[in-house]
T-cell receptor, first 114, second 109 residues
Framework: GAVVSQHPSRVICKSGTSVKIECRSL??????MFWYRQFPKQSLMLMAT?????????EQGVEKDKFLINHASLTLSTLTVTSAHPEDSSFYIC??????????FGSGTRLTVV | GQNIDQPTEMTATEGAIVQINCTYQ??????LFWYQQHAGEAPTFLSY??LDGLEEKGRFSSFLSRSKGYSYLLLKELQMKDSASYLC??????????WGAGTKLIIKP
């Protein structure tokens, strides 16, 4: 089946620094990728939808200058958390759409900002 | 607005059967998904229903009634490893996934 690789799985960074999370589709071309954030004991919250070669579409309340998304190729999307703060600590998950009905998730990235 | 409701938490006994319900109100409907998510891990796909009726897959079954905006996930012969959160998600008319808050299932010996 379709596989989405997400790295890193865990990252600890200092407040004020930036962190990049990568999401790769390994055996299919993902024209659309989704980035989610999940706080403890809560459901997935869609942050943004990225389409290859165009600007990402951000959900209401998500700062696009803080969460930079780049989808430069059909197999790679990146999320950069800029000037991270402790409140950005969360579980970030990417998802790629292989077909209209096929969604595959990455393994997630646990970000801790200290 | 769009809304998906499912119970916050359920408890069941090992070896028993449990049914997790999901009701939805969305702008359009292109199918309903159930995902399993263990703590600290990403969701994994369980089932997809787009037509009314019951889909059976091993110990797990999923049911859909589009007229009632209702689905359930049925887990049989519960095992301790089934302790997880179960997420209901509906694909709307724009093919976007709308997520429920998830149901935490606790299995007791």
């Amino acid at each position: 089946g379709a596989v989405v690789s997400q790295h890193p799985s865990r990252v600890i960074c200092k407040s004020g620094t930036s962190v990049k999370i990568e999401c790769r589709s390994l055996d299919f071309q993902a024209t659309t990728m989704f980035w989610y954030r999940q706080f403890p004991k809560q459901s997935l919250m869609l942050m943004a939808t990225s389409n290859e070669g165009s600007k990402a579409t951000y959900e209401q309340g998500v700062e696009k200058d803080k969460f930079l998304i780049n989808h430069a190729s059909l197999t790679l999307s990146t999320l950069t958390v800029t000037s991270a703060h402790p409140e950005d600590s969360s579980f970030y998950i990417c998802s790629a759409r292989e077909t209209d009905y096929g969604y595959t998730f990455g393994s997630g990235t646990r970000l801790t900002v200290v | 607005g769009q809304n998906i409701d499912q119970p916050t938490e359920m408890t069941a006994t090992e070896g028993a059967i449990v049914q997790i319900n999901c009701t939805y109100q969305t702008s359009g409907f292109n199918g309903l998904f159930w995902y399993q998510q263990h703590a600290g891990e990403a969701p994994t796909f369980l089932s997809y229903n787009v037509l009314d009726g019951l889909e059976e897959k091993g110990r797990f079954s999923s049911f859909l009634s589009r007229s009632k905006g209702y689905s359930y996930l049925l887990l049989k012969e519960l095992q301790m490893k089934d302790s997880a959160s179960y997420l209901c998600a509906v694909m709307d008319s724009n093919y976007q996934l709308i997520w429920g808050a998830g149901t935490k299932l606790i299995i007791k010996p």
